[in-house]
Each structure stands twice: as structure tokens, then as C-alpha cells.
């Protein structure tokens, strides 16, 4: 596939090998669960999350050097910020650790991420504990959307809107239909299939859904409007939940190795990153698109920056996506942003089936935002969590045959912030 030319600012130069952040591991929640209903607080979960995940990967709290969460709106469901706090309490040997806390709506996680990344890569530390997380089924389901709402721009947009991010989502849909056309089914097949894989992911919120067929049409009574064209079945979940990655810098990532027998070579690398802002207003956006072959210019910027930062060609050398699917719309949007196919036809891509777990560009195999849930501070560095799992082969029923090298794009707003991780592992 030819891509549309589109100017892509060259990367900073590679800081070779010795400068990579190597993925260690980590541990995800159970996002079916319902923390208030268990009696759970915020600082519970934190400590589940921060313990489970240093024991699946063999490590004291002593060891490690720096702490770093990715949270959206602790403040507005829990009336809790100070979340680097909580790593005081889960262990004594965290007390005097350097932590700090980290905002980018839906990709707050991953600028957590990559907070630690750059501690790691300047030197100053050897091994990052990030943690995201999110409490959300506290409050019902207005409320919460409320709360959403504000990585919106507050009392200038969607001022008419219930619920903000169906109707911003059901705005691009409008645009695609606008540039390209757009046919409902194919949004409906990318909500049908992430809820097919999430069936084989033992941490998805909706493993256990059943619905009727009619579920995926345009019906009322089984699919009902939420905003605008945007209905039920087209919405990423409100969830509880947290995930947590360790990221060593190269010298502490060998020493990690040596300790437990395995080859250095075997554990995974972030070998790109992208990141990009764009105006908070989804008009500034799209009026700044307008000329341009992609709708939104920086997520394709972000996405193809990745790639160039790792050294990777082009699309087709990306074993396995996981990508941001707050709605079925975003996913459409990414599958053309990331390049899979070109602007305004994610279609052939859909009906192809090459999104499919077993298909050419596998994409959320995991069930993403629509099947495994999206609490917000914790997508970001869940997706990076998938790809270590995805190219270390433990992803379980969910895991892409000969998977090596993962793309995450994960998204904040309107697309104000985006951020893509390239993942992979080396050596067989």
C-alpha cells in the first residue's frame, strides 16, 4: 500500500542500544470488577496492582528506583489526587521513593510511560514502577460522563451534549461520512470483533456479555442512541481498573537477566515512541485538517513516528495493534491513521477481516476499549502491558501466532494528545 505523502518531522537520532527501555513485565486487574461494591478505595487497587505485579515479575519494592501513575480524574470520582502517595503505603521500602503523577485524559497512562522512559534514558534511574489506574463505577453513568467531560474544552464545546465523547466521536463520524462516506456495518464488525476477542481475555469486562444480533444493526430497541449516530454498541465500557509495567534501562534489565538464568536478548525493548499534541478544540482540529489528507494530521504523525524512531519501514512490518477504541469510530479512524490502509477506506481493512486475530494487521486482539474496558488512567499502560505479552508469546487464548513487534496508539480527547509505543523482542 502507498501511503499519502504527509510530512513526518524526522525523529531525534536513536540512543542505540544501550539507551533502550527494556520491559520487565507486569499486571493488570480484573476490569469486570466493581471496586465500590467490593469496598475497595483507590488506595486498595493501588496496592493490588503495584503487589501482584512485583510478584509476576520477581521483584522487592526495594528495588525499585522511581514511581511514576498515569490517572485522568481521581480528583472528580474519588476526590483524590497525591496519587504517587499510595506507593508509601503499600510497602515500607517505598517511603522516600521519588513518585509523581501524570494527566493526559484517555493517554494518561502512556504519557506516564513515558515520564519514566525519559528518567531512564537521562540516567538518572535504572528501574520505573508505572502504574495506571482509574476508579469509575462509583457514580452513575451521567455523572461519570460528566467527569469525562472535562478533557473536553470546557464551556466551549458540546455545551448542547449529554453525553460529551459519544457526541464528539458521533462529529467525526459525521466528517468521515463527509470526506469519504461511511457505513454503519463496517463500525459494527470492529465492535463485533472486539467483543469476540475479549471473550478469550480472562481480565475483560465483557467476557461474559451475550447479546442478540440485532444488537449490531441500527435498532432502537437493542442498539439505542446515545449522542447523535453514536448508539450503545458503539461505546468503549466505564471501568474499574489498573495495570502496572516495569521498565529497566539496558544495564539493570541485564542484571535482571544474569539473576534469573534467561537470555538478556529475550526481554522486550520499547524501540519507538511518538508523541504529539494538537488544539483541545475538536473544531480547531478538524478546521486544520481540511486540506490535509488525514483527519487528524497529528495522530498519523505520532503513529508514523514510532515506526521511524525503531527503525521500522512501513505498517506491514507490525506484527499486532493494540489501539485506541473508545468508540468504534476511533478505531475506525486509526486503522487509516496508523496506515493500514489509506485515508477514508479503514473499510477494506474491516471487510477484509485483516483486523481479525488470525488476519494480516491484527488489531486489539486484547478487545481493546469496547471489550476489555477502558479505565481511563490505566489504557495506556495496559496496552503496553499487552505488548509485552503479545511478543514474550503469554498472551494466552488472545495471543497473535508469532508475534514480535506490537504498535500501541493511544489517544486523549479529541485526539489532543496521542501517543504510540513500539514494542518488540529481539531474539526469539
Known sequence: MVEPVVKVDAPNASLGESGMVHVLGGWQSDYASNWNRQGMELADAFAEVVRNGLDAVGLDASDIDVGHVGNFAGELFAGQGMLGGFFGLVDPAFDGLPTSRHEAACASGSVAVLAAMADIEAGRYDLACVVGIELMRNVSGAVAAQHLGAAAWAG???????????????DLADEYDRRYGLSYDHLMAISRNNFANAKLN??????????????FTPSDEHNPIIEGRTRKMDCGQVSDGAAVVFLASAKRAAS???????????????????????????ASKIRASSNEPYVFPQVHRAAAEARARAGVADVTQIDV???HDCFAMTEYMAIDHLGITTPGEAWKAVESGSIGIGGANPVNPSGGLIGMGHPVGATGVRMLLDGYKQVTGTAGDYQVEGARRLQTLNI???????VSFIVEKIAA
Open 156 to 170: 466551549h464545546e458540546y455545551l448542547d451534549a449529554t453525553y460529551v465523547w459519544p457526541r464528539a466521536f458521533s
Open 202 to 215: 480472562p481480565n475483560a469486562q465483557t467476557r461474559s456479555y451475550q447479546f442478540v444480533p440485532e444488537a
Open 256 to 282: 535482571y537477566a544474569r539473576q534469573r538464568g534467561i537470555p538478556f536478548e529475550t526481554i522486550p525493548q520499547i524501540t519507538g515512541w511518538g508523541h504529539r499534541s494538537a488544539p483541545i478544540s475538536y
Open 321 to 323: 495493534f493494540e489501539v
Open 412 to 418: 486523549g480527547g479529541s485526539t489532543t494528545t496521542t
